[in-house]
C-alpha cells in the first residue's frame, strides 16, 4: 500500500517568508510525528498527534513553528518568518499502534532558507 | 527527559566482518527499541527492532540485544556488505509513543 507521503520535496525560501509544508500518513494510522534533521545530524521531535487528543508540542524549537492535523489524517507543519537556522530535511512519519508503535517515515521535505 | 547515547559515531569494516553498534539509555520505562537505517539522501527505513519482553531478536544477518537491566541495546550485522553502507539510527520509546533517537553511526563497509 501507499507509504507516507510529504510535499514538496524541496522547497527554497528567502529568509522571513513563511513556508507550509505537508505530510500524507498512512491510511488508518493514528500517530502522526514531525521531526527534524540537520545536516549529518540526528532527528530531532518537533511535535506529535495522536488521535484526538491534544497535540504534544513539547519540541518545537519556538513559536514560529505550528502544526495542525484535520480530519485525524493530512497535516501541515508551518514555519513563520524562516531564518537559515531552519534549513535542514523536515521528516514526517506515522504510526498504527497505540503504544510504542512502528514509525514509517515520509521521504521528507529539504528546505533550504537563503 | 529520556536520553539515548550512541556508539560508535563511525565504524568501518571489512566486507564480511562484523559490526556492532551499541545504545544506552536512561528511562527504565522504556520498552520499544527500533533500529533504523538511512541511505544518503533516503528517509529512515526500519530494519529490526525489540520489545521489552524478550532479549533477543534476530532477521537473517541483523540481530539485535537488550538488556534491560542495564539499559543498553545492541545491534548486530555479520558478513557485511557494501549495500550495507549507511547511517544507522537507534531509538527509545517514551512516554507510551513516542521515541528518542540517538545521534546515529556512518557505517562503512570496505570491499
Known amino acids: 500500500g501507499a507509504g507516507v507521503s510529504q510535499s514538496p520535496s524541496n522547497k527554497v525560501t528567502e529568509k522571513g517568508k513563511d513556508v507550509e509544508l505537508r505530510c500524507d500518513p498512512i491510511?488508518?494510522?493514528?500517530?502522526l510525528y514531525w521531526y527534524r534533521q540537520s545536516l549529518g545530524q540526528g532527528l530531532e521531535f518537533l511535535i506529535y498527534f495522536q488521535g484526538n487528543s491534544a497535540p504534544d508540542k513539547s519540541g518545537l524549537p519556538s513559536d514560529r513553528f505550528s502544526a495542525e492535523r484535520t480530519g485525524g489524517s493530512v497535516s501541515t507543519l508551518t514555519i513563520q518568518r524562516t531564518q537559515q537556522e531552519d534549513s535542514a530535511v523536515y521528516l514526517c512519519?506515522?504510526?498504527?499502534?497505540?503504544?510504542?508503535?512502528?514509525?514509517?517515515f515520509g521521504p521528507g521535505t529539504r528546505l533550504l532558507v537563503l | 527527559g529520556e536520553n539515548v547515547e550512541q556508539h560508535p559515531s563511525t565504524l568501518s569494516v571489512q566486507e564480511g566482518d562484523s559490526a556492532v553498534i551499541k545504545c544506552t539509555y536512561s528511562?527504565?520505562?522504556?520498552?520499544?527499541f527500533p533500529w533504523y537505517k538511512q541511505e544518503l539522501g533516503k528517509r529512515p527505513q526500519l530494519i529490526i527492532d525489540i520489545r521489552s519482553n524478550v532479549g533477543e531478536k534476530k532477521d537473517q544477518r541483523i540481530a539485535v540485544t537488550l538488556n534491560k537491566t542495564a539499559k543498553h541495546f545492541s545491534l548486530h550485522i555479520t558478513e557485511t556488505q557494501p549495500e550495507d553502507s549507511a547511517v544507522y539510527f537507534c531509538?527509545?520509546?517514551?512516554?507510551?509513543?513516542?521515541?528518542?533517537f540517538g545521534a546515529g553511526t556512518i557505517l562503512r563497509v570496505k570491499s
Open positions: 491510511s488508518g494510522h493514528t500517530a
Open positions: 528511562d527504565s520505562a522504556s520498552n520499544y
Open positions: 512519519a506515522s504510526s498504527l499502534v497505540r503504544l510504542a508503535g512502528t514509525q514509517y
Open positions: 531509538a527509545a520509546s517514551i512516554e507510551g509513543n513516542k521515541l528518542v
